[in-house]
């Protein structure tokens, strides 16, 4: 079966993500917060050499193993993930360059830092130029920040706050502020085929997560350091989720196709939806009144294929309407493809991968007052889509494909118009753009990027993914 580029980039990561240990051996257990206290490294960082004396890698977390590489000062690592301690060490994993060579390096527990982070401020100018289909060709990038393998991307409702999920953990940047190291939260997302959910507070000063692990509800306080979690007993729990706009409530979904209602104020289950046999995405409408399911298949080829889309009423539970997509969806596999609501809550649009002679990609359209479902053919390597502030546009991301003829093409983001999806505006760009979302006030685009660059070649050096943030110059 042809699989998307996204799908290839996703299995290599969980295949060649973390170095080897032994067999048989048991890795040590991971480092306790007083471990940590003096240290300033976080799993999903870059960071470079600043020790004077070159930096050890060693293949195993042992002083007795192979040595992989001597690092001198200023060279840039990746910090794969949070760290484990045995015998006053704390042992981070590396990866050191794009080839995916990897390893371990010691920290002694309350020593000398060997390493700095490498933290980017997205520190935005002032712009009250809002974007339209006349001057979208026109963005330049404003800021920049290096993430590996970003996930998704939320702006506060008031666009001062940008919330970036990656593999490891969620960081929060303040956009309008003065610019200042981003917010470091728990991981949500543990592997590339569980999403969890990010959703801001109205206000902007709460961001709720609900774990990849569990479908437990965490809040936590951007204005302190409070962190509220809401435990619930989410049986088999696949890690697709959705978060209401008023934090109120939250949506979990099992391996067996329910869904589950929550109450975060209290963490009672309001209701389970039967209907699916697997479910692959979950959205609410801006109000919170309805909640959007789309089926998912096993990405082997092999087991469920659930291909239905259904729409459901959240106080009741209750399934009102229920359309056969032809194909299931592929959120799993690339969070990219999401359900977007527009702004009014009226209309439901999301990227569908058709088989027929050949994959082609469709954009489907739910319109949740009519409960009529149709789709537009807007090109075949569609990716994501968003809605503009006042729902009158779409941005819409391309994602290199096996079934895609525009292997060679230059990368683009696309203006539609979101009513009759005529092409408004190109924007080139160097770097395949996985996500792209519009800023509240339409005036900023914040974008997610791979080392795929559009020579068709990827990027050799260590800092190649992450997010832009683009504006009118």
């Not at 969980?14 to 300033?40: H, I, K, M, N, T």
């Not at 002032?126 to 991307?153: C, H, K, S």
């Not at 259904?310 to 299931?328: I, K, M, N, S, Y």
Request: hydrophobic fraction near 45%; proline fraction near 7%.
């Amino acid at each position: 079966m042809l699989r998307p580029l996204a799908f290839w980039m996703t299995m290599l990561l969980s295949f060649s993500l973390f170095p080897a240990y032994a067999q048989g051996d048991p890795p040590p257990p991971l480092c306790s917060a007083e471990d940590l206290a003096s240290s300033r490294l976080a799993g999903g960082v870059f960071a470079e050499v600043v020790s004077d004396a070159s930096l050890t890698v060693y293949r195993d977390r042992s002083l007795e193993s192979d040595v992989v590489a001597r690092l001198g000062p200023g060279a840039q690592v990746y910090v794969l993930s949070d760290p484990r301690c045995s015998d006053d060490l704390i042992w981070w994993p590396l990866r050191f360059r794009r080839e995916f060579i990897s390893g371990y390096t010691p920290e002694v527990v309350g020593g000398v830092d060997q390493l700095r982070p490498i933290f980017q401020t997205l520190g935005v100018p002032t712009t009250d130029t809002p974007i339209t289909a006349a001057n979208f060709g026109d963005l330049e990038p404003v800021a920049e920040a290096a993430y590996q393998e970003p996930v998704d991307l939320v702006w506060s409702p008031d666009g001062a706050r940008l919330a970036i999920s990656t593999p490891w953990a969620v960081w929060v940047h303040d956009i309008k502020g003065v610019p200042s190291e981003p917010r470091r939260l728990d991981p949500t997302v543990r592997a590339p085929w569980r999403m969890g959910a990010l959703q801001f507070s109205r206000g902007g000063e709460t961001l709720a997560t609900v774990d990849v692990s569990d479908g437990d509800l965490h809040l936590w306080s951007l204005e302190t350091d409070e962190h509220t979690v809401v435990d619930v007993e989410a049986e088999h729990y696949n890690g697709i989720a959705a978060i209401s706009a008023d934090l109120s409530m939250w949506a979990t979904a099992s391996l067996g196709g329910s869904i589950s209602l929550w109450s975060a104020a209290t963490g009672a289950r309001l209701a389970v939806s039967e209907g699916h046999e697997a479910v692959g995405a979950l959205a609410f409408s801006p109000d919170g009144d309805r909640l959007v399911s789309a089926g998912y298949a096993d990405p082997t080829g092999h087991g469920v294929r659930d291909t239905s889309l259904r729409l459901w009423d959240t106080t009741t539970g209750e399934q009102l309407a229920v359309f056969d997509l032809g194909a299931p969806f592929d959120q799993a596999n690339d969070p990219g493809r999401a359900i977007t609501f527009s702004p009014d809550g009226t209309i439901a649009v999301f990227p569908l991968l058709m088989r027929g002679d050949r994959y082609q990609a469709v954009m489907g359209i739910l319109d949740v007052e009519e409960m009529s479902y149709t789709t537009w053919s807007v090109a075949d390597n569609l990716n994501s889509l968003s809605f503009s502030p006042d729902g009158d546009m779409l941005v819409v991301t391309l994602v290199v494909a096996a079934y895609s003829e525009a292997w060679s093409d230059p990368f683009v983001l696309l203006l539609l118009n979101a009513t009759s999806g005529e092409r408004l505006a190109e924007l080139p760009v160097e770097r395949l753009v996985m996500r792209a979302v519009f800023s509240p006030e339409g005036t900023l685009l914040a974008t997610t990027h791979t080392g795929l660059t559009s020579s068709s070649s990827v990027r050799t050096d260590l800092i190649s993914s992450g997010v832009v943030v683009w504006a009118v110059p």
